[in-house]
């Protein structure tokens, strides 16, 4: 019997082998560079200092003094690790404090904490919209609401990244199935593309339809829109959004968390149902601690944010100038399309020849002959690492024309 287990392990693994060979053949396979100090817009990378372009520390918080602080303090005032779901003994003071201000700042009745924006994401669709119900998703959401919505019994639609004419056509479906509750689904900023969805026809077609609407706003809160308090705001269309989930994971400190927020009714539903929340750990007292700075530090960051606007004009700008192709947006997420992945690959090994972190990134993870390297603009970058990355794009364009 042992050496049938053993063999059939052996079998396994050399299949997993396999699978693992044929994403290196094919040139997918993501190596990971290990940081040997804090994340920052300055990196230490094999014991040399790196310029970082690639992170989603938008606005410089990822290493704030004051959120280290409130981290620290947040330790020893309460504890390391809680030791239980919510629902059982996992709820400090601090969680719901947390929650009412990120509600309170949203302009929403409440919201509810998981331990990521994937588990919030993970976790909303299956608790609040059943087999009578459809979801009608944007095509290049984020992998945790293709998962949310597979998770559901909802009947699913997908439209065209940000084409109303097809949003019209898949809800007029969506409708003629005699579907009961529909509910559009999209992030609020595209993040292989820095571009943002079109809340307020988004919201007319939902109107028109009869339909609610959900945004994903990682890629906005704490520095889009007006007060840095994402897209539905930047379009005038916070009232109209049911639903709205972000991250603590990237501008609002960078560590980790996840929320949603709405009127009180679907998040008491959420808390009773939701299964990420239910069925795992309480956020970490110190995270808890440090989201309640970093959103208090949002707050008064208007200064922040113009700098974060003003370096990615420039960046954007700079760029077009040098004649690369960047899609139109004001987001700080800035795509460099080259087409061919020979030379995304070709040109990011360049940056980092330079000591510049920015990644490439190919089919399929965006579509073919679409290959890019994204780049995303920090408010802690100086104009002197500004200055750096677009003189190295200058100098890549003789290595593009080389491969052309
Ligand atoms: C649009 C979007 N939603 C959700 C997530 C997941 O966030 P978290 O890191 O909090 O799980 C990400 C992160 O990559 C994202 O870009």
Redesign the pocket.
């Known amino acids: 019997m042992e050496g049938r287990v053993s063999t059939i392990m052996e079998s396994y693994y050399d299949y997993i082998q396999s699978k693992n060979d044929e994403i290196r053949e094919n040139g997918l396979w993501k190596s990971e560079v290990s940081l040997a100090g804090p994340q920052s817009s300055e990196i230490l990378v094999n014991g040399e200092s790196w310029v970082n372009f690639c992170a989603n520390n938008y606005l410089g918080f990822s290493n704030n003094e004051e959120i280290v602080q409130a981290a620290t303090d947040s330790l020893s005032n309460y504890g390391f690790g809680m030791s239980s779901v919510r629902f059982i003994c996992g709820t400090q003071d601090q969680h719901r404090f947390l929650e009412k201000e990120i509600a309170h700042f949203l302009g929403t009745e409440d919201s509810i904490l998981y331990s ?4 919030a ?1 993970g976790g909303l669709f299956e608790a609040l919209f059943s087999e009578e119900d459809g979801i009608i998703s944007d095509s290049l959401n ?1 992998a ?1 609401i293709i998962d949310g919505i597979r998770l559901s019994k909802a009947h699913r639609f997908r439209y065209e990244n940000r084409n109303l004419v097809d949003l019209e056509i898949q809800l007029t479906k969506a409708r003629a199935s005699g579907l009961r509750y529909l509910v559009i689904a999209t ?1 609020g900023v595209f ?1 292989m593309d820095g571009t943002v969805a079109p809340l307020k026809e988004i919201c007319d077609l939902a109107e028109k339809f009869g339909a609610l609407v959900m945004v ?1 706003d ?2 906005a809160v704490g520095f889009y829109g007006p007060g840095g308090r994402g897209t539905p705001d930047r379009f005038g269309v916070q009232d109209r959004v049911a639903l709205r989930t972000g ?1 603590l ?1 990237k501008a609002l400190g960078g560590a ?3 929320y949603i927020a709405g009127k009180k009714v679907l998040i008491d539903h959420l808390r009773q149902r939701s299964r990420p929340y239910l069925f795992s750990n309480s956020l970490a007292p110190s995270i808890v601690g440090a989201g309640r700075k970093a959103l208090e530090l949002v707050q008064k960051a208007e200064e922040v944010r113009v700098r974060l606007e003003q370096s990615t004009q420039k960046i954007r700008k700079g760029l077009e100038e040098l004649g690369y192709d960047v899609p139109k947006s004001d987001h700080p997420i800035i795509p460099v399309i080259l087409g061919d992945a020979r030379k995304a690959t070709a040109l990011s090994n360049y940056l980092v020849s330079q000591k510049i972190l920015a990644v490439a990134f190919s089919f399929p993870v965006v579509p073919r002959g679409q290959a890019r390297i994204r780049l995303q603009i920090s408010a802690s970058h100086t104009e002197a690492q500004l200055d750096y990355l677009l003189g190295a794009f200058d100098r890549g364009r003789g290595l593009l024309k080389e491969l052309s």
């Open positions: 990521s924006c994937f588990d994401n984020h945790s992030d993040s994903d990682s890629h991250t994971g980790s968390g996840g």
